[in-house]
């Protein structure tokens, strides 16, 4: 990123746009961005360590609508195909249009072998999850999406393609 001083961090709401007015809701929480730091091995074309951290001015303070998400971490053990994820972002809908809102979906991690019938094997490498199920995934266009939380162990991570369309109707 170029120039910091016009990005800057929303919590506390699902909304895709959001308007810069004098007065926000309260449940807002805007942050001015100090730092970006992109993954050192971090590579576009083959989309590999797709992952950032953006330092905040300021910390935010958690609320029922600001909360942490735990990030995984090595100790959290061996990710497995019978493992399942949640997934969040703005992505498409059944119909082809953007959703305004966060929308989430919990799908299962699939194998690799699984993977390689519908991804090109230049996608798939240490850094990707793949996980998805009919009818749900990250891949159609859902904007920032990363699985976030296993829904079973409490484990989460970065990138998570998966191999069909998102519907509305499966978000919780």
Partial sequence: ???????????????????????????????????????????????????????????????????????????????????????SGFGLKENDTSSRKLEMVCVPILSQMFCELYYSVRYLHTSVICAGAEGKDSCQALDGGRGFQWAEQRRSLGDLPGHSSVPSSDFV
């Fill in 1 to 87: 990123m170029k120039n910091l001083n016009n990005v800057r961090v929303v919590a506390g709401t699902t909304d895709k746009t959001v308007t810069v007015i004098l007065s926000r809701p309260a449940s807002e929480h805007w942050r001015r961005i100090k730092g970006f730091f992109k993954h050192q091995h971090y590579n576009h074309t083959y989309l590999k360590n797709d992952i950032a951290i953006l330092e905040v001015t300021k910390d935010f303070i958690f609320t029922d609508t600001v909360q942490p998400i735990r990030l995984y971490s090595a100790r959290d053990g061996k990710i497995s195909s019978k493992d399942l994820c949640q997934v």
